[in-house]
C-alpha cells in the first residue's frame, strides 16, 4: 500500500513562485509518479509526471517551461516546483503514484493507483 501526502501549497501573487513536496510511504521506488490538479467545476487535468529514475518527464503545455518536476528516491519524495504562477493555476494539487513498477510518466490519471489529499495552490491577480 502506498501512502501520499502533499504539502507547500498557499497564496501567491500572479508571477511568483511555489513549491509543492509529496511525501510517500511504502512502495513507490521504480513507480511513476505524478502531478494532476482540479479547479472548481472542471475536471481533474494533468500537470506533470515523472519516471522512477526522475530522468524522464512529462508536462502539460500550459506548464511547460514555468513548473519542473523532480523526485528524491532515497527521501521518497516528489516536488513541483512552480514559477511564473498565473491566477489560471489555481487549482487543488494532486500528488498520485502508479501501482505498476514499470516506472514510465503517464499523464493520464487512469494509470495511476494512489492519490493523495491534495494542497490548495491559490493564485492572485
Known amino acids: 500500500q502506498v501512502q501520499l501526502v502533499e504539502s507547500g501549497g498557499g497564496l501567491a501573487q500572479a508571477g511568483g513562485s511555489l513549491r509543492l513536496s509529496c511525501a510517500a510511504s511504502g512502495r513507490t521506488t521504480n513507480v511513476g509518479m505524478g502531478w494532476f490538479r482540479q479547479a472548481p467545476g472542471q475536471e481533474r487535468q494533468f500537470v506533470a509526471a515523472v519516471d522512477w529514475t526522475g530522468s524522464l518527464t512529462n508536462y502539460a503545455d500550459s506548464v511547460k517551461g514555468r513548473f519542473t518536476i523532480s523526485r528524491d528516491n532515497a527521501k521518497s519524495t516528489v516536488s513541483l516546483q512552480m514559477d511564473s504562477l498565473k491566477p489560471e493555476d489555481t487549482a487543488l494539487y494532486y500528488c498520485?503514484?502508479?501501482?505498476?513498477?514499470?516506472?514510465?510518466?503517464?499523464?493520464?490519471?487512469?494509470?495511476?493507483?494512489?492519490w493523495g489529499q491534495g494542497t490548495q495552490v491559490t493564485v492572485s491577480s
Open positions: 498520485a503514484a502508479r501501482g505498476r513498477r514499470d516506472g514510465a510518466a503517464f499523464s493520464s490519471s487512469s494509470r495511476y493507483d494512489y
